[in-house]
């Protein structure tokens, strides 16, 4: 399928580095207008700058995620600047490895409310819009801990299962009004500060560029619920089939 994007909005989260940067690029490149949301106030507005530099339409918003309120706003203000964006995309997330024993609820609550909590607040407000428009695409971010378990992840890997099942449901709710819910994984390693903190040595001996697996995203950002919903999609294989042949 190709879709004209040009002028469509997106709203994306944990846009300042890694996937995200990589994400925010690319649909600036299709000539996409983004709201790109982060804590990291510094190098979101870095991002800002470049992109303005290259022509392109955005809106930095500096937010915790972690916070109901802080995000409920956020959105809002993204809402207000560009309307019901085409796509939202939900790659926002935080792993700090503690067992149970080291773990404290603060700590749980901060990872699980910006992998989720944030999921459904960003959702539930683009939702309106999407469903009077009858298309819209929502993209989570998940990874291998959205359908097993792993040690020291006691906040990362119940949050991450709360979101497969938080598009779940929303697939099966969009699908009268045309609006695809999806979450998708890396399908590779990739090169990201978090992963930086995170993966083994040979994980990192393999680690890919996060761009390349843009193509998926940009896809993305023009399906709808007829193209493909409810499903848990590979980012690389994806991304390979996007890439033009020959």
């Not at 106030?41 to 339409?57: F, I, K, T």
């Not at 309307?83 to 404290?104: D, F, K, Q, Y």
């Not at 007829?226 to 996007?242: I, K, Y």
Request: proline share 4%.
């Amino acid at each position: 399928m190709s879709v004209d994007l040009r002028g469509k909005v997106a709203f994306v989260t944990g846009a300042a580095q890694g996937l995200g940067y990589a994400i925010v690029h690319a649909y600036a490149q299709a000539g996409m207008r983004i709201a790109m949301l982060d804590v990291q106030a510094n190098a979101l507005a870095r991002l800002a700058d470049e992109l303005h530099e290259a022509g392109a339409d955005c809106l930095p918003l500096v937010v915790d995620l972690s916070d109901a309120a802080a995000t409920q706003a956020a959105v809002e203000r993204a809402l207000a600047h560009y309307g019901t964006p085409r796509v939202l995309v939900h790659n926002a997330a935080l792993l700090v490895e503690r067992s149970l024993l080291e773990i404290e609820l603060g700590d749980w609550q901060k990872e699980v409310n910006i992998i989720l909590q944030a999921a459904f607040i960003l959702s539930k407000a683009v939702w309106r819009g999407m469903t009077d428009a009858r298309a819209g695409s929502i993209v989570y971010l998940s990874s291998g801990s959205g359908i097993k378990g792993f040690v020291k992840e006691v906040a990362y890997c119940p949050a991450k299962h709360g979101q497969e099942g938080l598009m779940k449901v929303l697939a099966l709710e969009g699908a009268p009004y045309n609006i695809a819910v999806n979450t998708i994984t890396p399908g590779a390693p990739i090169n990201t500060p978090m992963s930086a903190s995170n993966y083994n040595d040979e994980l990192k001996q393999r680690w890919i560029d996060p761009a390349l697996l843009a193509p998926a995203f940009v896809h993305l950002a023009g399906v709808t619920a007829a193209d493909v919903t409810g499903q848990r999609l590979d980012a690389w294989a994806l991304s390979q089939e996007m890439r033009p042949q020959g």
